[in-house]
């Protein structure tokens, strides 16, 4: 209650979600305990200037998001915390505030539970030492975009107060610096892979230097540009895109590669082409994608027409550089260098080795159900789940836990295609209206 009293008192409650499903049922009294009173939070004149706004939140009785029970205080066996009864609220917010069970001990409890199912920012009120306890648990907090000096401090009206300005700068941030705070959050995810949720880790740093396949099935809406990528590894621009010249509409599969140890990856443009009809540009395709280093051989399907060719020399150096689904490179200046999807993907997978034909075919046959077979899923790395997205992130089917990151950078709202036109499979309700292209 204290904390809702603060925030409301700072005017940051119009711009948060929040619950309170007990409410304090006794006067409001001053005192230093932490069981009856509110001294453990603040000083007595600070506790003075709250205190309208405790009522406040007391007058409001019990505000609920979701559907847990009220029959019973604590019924855990009623709720599960892993559905999608959840999933609205982190999708549409930035940042938890967690408060834990005490501010004067470190207690870990299942009150950071959901944001860390949900992999949700967030700060937590708690006792000293509590993200330091996390960290040794091998969980990673976000010192990189708060200020996590919170963590250290004895004194409790101190550490409040810390946390309480942190909150105040992140709820305030204007538009630009909301940007520039998704920014950091996409690049430090580059330099710390290591921190990566994945059960097969390694999947940016390696990807194009090692054998893969990708599948993509996808709709296109317009095809005015140039160049439309389905998905590239930016830089030299290495994947699968629709080229238009003079209004000729070609499909190429590329890679770029270079003699070994001259490191001029312009050397040789590898290049498959393909020449979708002009009645057929807006219906659904998929296409897939293999490296095999062995044999030096690309080779691509799309819509079903198999084609391949040996590359010259080396693969070109992609190590930690962002694999675009839905861009080439929106991250230069340039905007001829952008390659901008406009469109409706219905899927995009991953696979860390280079699948027989009959695999593939597996794979087109079974389009909805192919992570269903035991031999398709063992070999895919990821597979995402454009139904299911937060702030943030796009989910992985496959549970390995190699999300596509979602850059808000190009003002395209995907939200309302994906509602329309997925599979049948509409997007929840939600007030994102700029959801952006997705990267791994």
């Not at 949900?118 to 975009?145: E, M, N, Q, W």
């Not at 836990?401 to 950078?409: C, H, L």
């Amino acid at each position: 209650m204290w904390v809702l009293a603060s925030m409301d008192r700072l005017g940051l409650l119009e711009k948060s979600l929040y619950s309170i499903i007990f409410p304090y049922d006794r006067p409001f009294e001053y005192r230093t305990d932490n069981v009856t009173g509110f001294g453990t939070f603040a000083t007595k004149e600070n506790y003075n200037n709250v205190l309208p706004h405790l009522e406040k939140i007391k007058a409001l009785g019990n505000v609920k998001l979701d559907d847990f029970p009220t029959t019973k205080r604590f019924n855990y066996d009623d709720i599960d915390p892993f559905t999608e009864t959840f999933e609205p609220y982190y999708a549409d917010t930035y940042l938890s505030v967690v408060t834990e069970t005490t501010f004067n001990v470190t207690q870990i409890s299942e009150k950071i539970a959901k944001p860390l199912r949900y992999r949700h920012l967030f700060i937590v009120i708690s006792g000293p030492g509590y993200l330091k306890a996390l960290r040794d648990l091998g969980f990673k907090t976000f010192g990189i975009y708060f200020d996590e000096s919170y963590d250290e401090g004895i004194d409790i009206n101190k550490r409040y107060l810390k946390i309480v300005k942190e909150v105040k700068r992140l709820c305030n941030l204007n538009p630009n610096e909301l940007i520039e705070f998704k920014d950091n959050f996409l690049v430090n995810f580059f330099e710390e892979t290591k921190y990566n949720t994945s059960k097969k880790p390694g999947l940016l740093k390696n990807l194009f230097q090692n054998d893969l396949t990708v599948y993509a099935r996808f709709k296109m809406s317009d095809m005015k540009k140039e160049r439309t990528a389905i998905f590239a590894k930016q830089g030299c621009h290495s994947g699968a895109y629709f080229e238009n010249q003079d209004g000729n509409m070609k499909f190429r599969c590329t890679i770029f590669t270079a003699e070994p140890d001259s490191g001029n990856y312009s050397d040789h443009f590898q290049m498959i082409e393909y020449y979708p009809k002009e009645e057929e540009l807006f219906d659904e395709h998929f296409v897939i994608f293999q490296l095999d280093h062995t044999n030096k051989l690309l080779k691509t399907c799309f819509d079903g027409e198999w084609k391949e060719m040996k590359w010259q020399g080396e693969v070109c150096d992609y190590t930690n550089v962002p694999f675009w689904v839905g861009a080439g490179g929106p991250w230069y200046d340039d905007p001829s260098f952008h390659w901008m999807f406009e469109g409706y993907f219905y899927d995009f997978s991953i696979f860390n080795n280079v699948l027989s034909e009959d695999e593939c075919n597996l794979i087109i046959d079974n389009k909805e159900t192919y992570l269903d077979i035991a031999e398709i899923k063992d070999k895919c790395v990821t597979s995402l789940d454009f139904t299911k997205w937060n702030r943030f992130k796009v989910w992985d089917k496959t549970g390995n836990g190699n999300f596509g990151f979602i850059d808000e950078w190009h003002f395209i709202n995907v939200q309302e295609r994906l509602n329309e036109l997925l599979a049948g499979n509409k997007l929840r309700t939600s007030t994102i209206s700029n959801i952006k292209q997705t990267i791994i």
